[in-house]
């Protein structure tokens, strides 16, 4: 394992499990400073002591995206220690409910768009200006085909996704001018929790392991990636414009 990312900070959402826990531990891997963010103190400690035996550093952050204003302290104290950011990683999401939109309840809209689409957008308004005094500010989001099928039954994810695939788009489009690369990336299916839950017909051991996901997620924060407000698909392995 190479150390191309060291003195490097990275910053990675739903990251005590799936393809969060993959990316943020091949971050720490190859060099990274890991800002560990989620619910979930467990996954976080196993999280530390896995990348602690490759030799690097985590910072864990145990808390629910939901709670924005812990977003905007937590974007004061990385400017406090480290006076920047070099990778975002936005990786938690929320499935929600598989139901026709009328039978939506507003609770479980609310949930999901703030957790998909809010807390994306706040984590955006807090972290800005550090990415900014990166020399290569990296940004990735994770979506999901739904974005663009609009599968009956999936609006949830479908409108959440939609969401930050505009966001994510337009604040690229804004940072044009600056040494920021912002891009969406769809891992595709993956053995996650969250996939068994909206396809619990499915046998787990034909998807791929998100550490295999995250092998190749790791690639599109480098400082030398080019592309900006475009969306990767790993299925495909196409870039295509959002």
């Not at 609009?150 to 994510?168: N, P, Y």
């Amino acid at each position: 394992m190479t150390n191309d990312l060291e003195g490097r900070v990275a910053l990675v959402t739903g990251a005590s499990r799936g393809i969060g826990y993959h990316l943020a531990r091949r971050l720490g891997e190859r060099g990274a400073h890991v800002i560990a963010v989620a619910r979930t103190v467990g996954g976080l400690e196993d999280l530390d002591d896995e990348i602690k035996a490759a030799g690097g550093q985590t910072t864990l952050v145990p808390v629910d995206l939901t709670d924005f204003d812990a977003l905007d302290r937590l974007g004061a104290a990385i400017f406090e220690r480290w006076k920047k950011l070099d990778i975002l990683v936005g990786n938690a999401g929320m499935l929600g409910v598989l139901s026709p939109l009328g039978h939506i309840s507003p609770k479980d809209f609310e949930k999901v768009m703030a957790v998909n689409v809010t807390a994306n957008w706040r984590l955006i308004r807090s972290l800005d200006p550090l990415l900014r005094q990166s020399d290569a500010g990296r940004a990735l989001f994770l979506t999901a085909v739904q974005a663009q099928t609009r599968t009956a039954f999936w609006g949830l994810q479908s409108i959440s996704k939609s969401a930050v695939e505009a966001m994510v788009k337009t604040w690229a489009n804004e940072s044009l001018q600056t040494a920021m690369k912002i891009n969406l990336a769809d891992p595709g299916p993956t053995r996650t929790g969250l996939r068994a839950k909206a396809m619990p017909g499915e046998t787990p051991e034909n998807l791929p392991h998100p550490a295999e996901i995250a092998d190749e997620l790791v690639e599109l924060v480098n400082a030398d990636v080019y592309r900006t407000g475009e969306l990767f698909d790993r299925v495909s392995g196409e870039w295509t414009s959002v």
